[in-house]
C-alpha cells in the first residue's frame, strides 16, 4: 500500500467533494495557486494546515498507527548468532560480506551477479 501523501489526500478530498481548487481556496481563504502547491507534492504543509484545507472539503483526515512489520526481526536468527564463538561470527560475516561486495560489483557493471 502506498503511502497516503499529504498532496494526494487533499486533492482527493477535494475531487470528492465536486470542489475546483479556486473553490476550496475561497473556502481556505487563500489564493488557487497555493491549494495547486499544496497537491502537487512539493509543499510540506504542517498537520494542522492539512487538517484544515482537508476539514474545508467536508472530510475529516483521521490519523491512527498501526504497526508497520519494519524492520522485519527473525529472534530466532539473532539467538543463533550470538551462540556463536567470536570468531565464528567473524567468518560468518565475512562470508556473507563478500557475497554481499561480489552482488554489488555486478550491479555497478550493470549485469547479474
Not at 470528492?16 to 479556486?22: I, S, Y
Not at 494542522?48 to 524492520?71: F, M, N, Q
Amino acid at each position: 500500500m502506498l503511502p497516503a501523501l499529504p498532496g494526494r489526500l487533499l486533492k482527493q478530498a477535494r475531487a470528492d467533494a465536486g470542489l475546483t481548487q479556486a473553490e476550496l481556496a475561497r473556502r481556505l481563504g487563500t489564493s488557487q495557486s497555493v491549494v495547486a502547491r499544496l497537491e502537487s507534492g512539493r509543499a510540506n504543509p504542517r498537520f494542522d494546515t492539512l487538517k484544515r484545507a482537508i476539514s474545508a472539503t467536508g472530510h475529516a483526515l483521521e490519523v491512527d498507527l498501526v504497526p508497520s512489520g519494519y524492520p522485519p526481526i527473525d529472534e530466532s536468527l539473532i539467538a543463533s548468532g550470538l551462540q556463536l564463538s567470536p570468531a565464528d561470527r567473524l567468518r560468518r560475516f565475512t562470508a556473507h560480506y563478500r557475497g554481499v561486495r561480489s552482488i554489488a560489483g555486478a550491479a555497478l557493471k550493470g549485469r547479474g551477479p
